[in-house]
């Protein structure tokens, strides 16, 4: 059992984590200027507030309260960076149609996107002490906007990182069985080959030109959920494991966010760089989610 105070540290660190990775990979162009982070986070950190204002006001998870209020979000700031099929979803429920197929036809079988992933820290936070729970939980609010097999298992591997790193005290993480873990959750091929390779890495310090091209670092949930939980293994801080996930490329906020979210979980709110908290955008909103959600948990352990 992990300590109540640990405990928030970590709900904290997992949000804000999310938060300054996103803003780290989207910030990239504007180190030149002597700022790292951009001035503002995108729909990765915008999509996940979402989520954990969802929990935190009907104390759990409840799919179609989580749709509207990823819908007013969106409403709101339509302008965070959003990718083509969110939009198109939430359109068409504001119009009465039903979003779920929306969702399911969007794409044939449905996308297989990171967009369910990188949201995906605040459901996993919550539910990080039941994986069997998580995984229920994680597939359905992944249905929301990605139906397809692989976009719902890239969440849940994602997910089941975080919980992981949440259960895990700092200074005692095993990077194999870590590894060994989320690969016994894998039903997909894909996922479990990729998790092959990360312990292959683990092992052989892989070049990047080799990890982008064999873990990938594009917006597939599969290119890019495994390229995130070796960042975060590869290196033992925070700050050493978000800097490598930016310098990957490609779809680098979301993949900087799935890292953070995962090694802020298992660091804790402590180990983010006080000058990256300080350039964050609605930092204070975020870690009172966080918080208010850990309080909630507490009461239920």
Known sequence: MVEKEVLRSKFVGSLLGTAVGDSLGAGRWLRSAGRELSPFYTDDTHMTIGVAESLVDKKGFDKDHM????????EREPWRGYGPGPPRIFAAY????????VARNLYPGGSYGNGAAMRVAPIAC????????LKEVVYEASSITHAHPLGKEGAFLQASAIALAVRTEP??????DFVEQLRALMEHDVYVRKLNIIRRFLSSRPTKSQV???LGNSVEAFNSVPTAIYAFLAHDQFESALR???SLGGDSDTISAMTGAIAG????REAIPDRWLAELENKDYIEHLAVRLWKIKVKCL
């Open 67 to 74: 749709l509207e209020t990823l819908v007013r979000n969106w």
């Open 94 to 101: 504001r119009r009465g149609e039903d979003p779920y197929e």
């Open 126 to 133: 919550f539910y990080y002490d039941d994986l069997d729970r």
């Open 171 to 176: 200074g005692h993480l095993d990077p194999f």
């Open 212 to 214: 982008i091209r064999e």
């Open 244 to 246: 490598y996930a930016v």
């Open 265 to 268: 979980a298992y660091h804790g």
